[in-house]
């Protein structure tokens, strides 16, 4: 079955995690809040401790956004390694993205 025949049969396109959220019925001005709090608290129990390649992206991006490409110019992170981490970081929660540039 195709992406056209899954639109057909009335799938939506979705671009983001917000337009999932907003399609299982949460109020995008009212639940994003409490979401993104709950969000922020589990973050430094995710990155680790100072030794692990996420508190090194975390480092890099908690004053301001970034691309994968930026981050790859540090001499420890490789840009393989660095797209690896920073997709299992956004499934956590504990960094997001818009437009190709990630952020705390």
Known sequence: MGCLQLLKDGAKAVDSG???CKELGF????DIYVFKDSVRS???DYIGTKDTIEYKIYQLI???EKSVSELSENPDLSVDVVSSKVTLMLLAGAICEDN???YV
């Open 27 to 30: 109020d995008p001005v009212k």
């Open 18 to 20: 917000f337009d999932i």
């Open 100 to 102: 190709g540039k990630f």
């Open 62 to 64: 908690k004053d301001s």
């Open 42 to 44: 589990k973050t430094e």
